[in-house]
C-alpha cells in the first residue's frame, strides 16, 4: 500500500480540503448525506473553528496526505473532551480500495490514545460494508440495542449500527 499520513487540520489546508469535499461531493452524500451549500459557502469559517477544536485539544481534526502530499481524505475524533469521541472518515472516490482508510483509522485512534482516550464511538448505515470492514480491522465491536436504530441520510431514514473501541491496547 502507498503510505499515506495523517496532519491535523491547518488554515492552510484550506483551498486543498475545499476542493477534496468540491471534487467528492456526491461520491459523500450518496454513503452520508449532502453537505448542502452553506457548508461550502462557509467553508474559511468552519474550518477556522475545527483548527481552534485542535489547538484547544477538544477535538482531533485530520486530513489525510498520500505520498504525493494530496489530498485523499479526512479522519476526525470529534469531542476527545467528552471522553467519548465519535470517529468520522471519508476517502476520495478515486483513492478507495487501498486500505488508505483503515490505515488512516489505526493512525488517528493512535493520536487519540497518546491524548488520553480510552474509548470510542463510531456509526455508519446499515449496507456501509466498507466502513463495517475499517471499523472491524481496527478493533471495534458493534453494539447492538441502546442506540437510535437509524441515520437520517438527507431525509432518508436508513438503518444504522453503531461500533465502540476500547483504545490503549493494541489492535
Ligand atoms: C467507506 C470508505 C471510508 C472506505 O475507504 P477505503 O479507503 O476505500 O477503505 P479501505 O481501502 O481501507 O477498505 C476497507 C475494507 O472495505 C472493503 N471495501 C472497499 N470498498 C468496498 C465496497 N464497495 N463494498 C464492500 N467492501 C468494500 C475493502 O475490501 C476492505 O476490506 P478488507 O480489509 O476486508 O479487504 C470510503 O469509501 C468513503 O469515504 N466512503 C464515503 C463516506 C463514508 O462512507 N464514510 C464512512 C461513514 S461511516
Known amino acids: 500500500m502507498p503510505p499515506i499520513r495523517i496532519v491535523l487540520l491547518t488554515t492552510s489546508d484550506q483551498d486543498d480540503l475545499l476542493a ?10 450518496k454513503a452520508v448525506g449532502d453537505r448542502g451549500d452553506a457548508f461550502f459557502a462557509e467553508f474559511p469559517r468552519r474550518l477556522r473553528s475545527l483548527v481552534d477544536e485542535n489547538d484547544q485539544g477538544r477535538s482531533l481534526f485530520f486530513v489525510i496526505r ?3 502530499d494530496d489530498v485523499v481524505g479526512r479522519v476526525n475524533l470529534a469531542d476527545i473532551d467528552t471522553g467519548e469521541p ?3 472518515y471519508r476517502i476520495a472516490e478515486a483513492a478507495g480500495g487501498r486500505g488508505y482508510a483503515t490505515e488512516a483509522v489505526r493512525l488517528a485512534i493512535r493520536a487519540a490514545a497518546a491524548a488520553g482516550v480510552r474509548r470510542v ?29 437509524h441515520l437520517d441520510v438527507d431525509g432518508r431514514l ?7 473501541a476500547q483504545v490503549g491496547a493494541p489492535v
Open 86 to 88: 465519535e470517529l468520522g
Open 121 to 149: 464511538k463510531a456509526k455508519a448505515t446499515a449496507d456501509n460494508h466498507a466502513s463495517h470492514q475499517v471499523l472491524l480491522a481496527n478493533g471495534f465491536r458493534r453494539l447492538d440495542g441502546g442506540e437510535p436504530a
Open 158 to 164: 436508513l438503518d444504522a449500527v453503531h461500533f465502540e
Open 66 to 68: 498520500d505520498a504525493l
Open 20 to 29: 477534496f469535499e468540491q471534487t467528492n461531493r456526491e461520491f459523500f452524500a
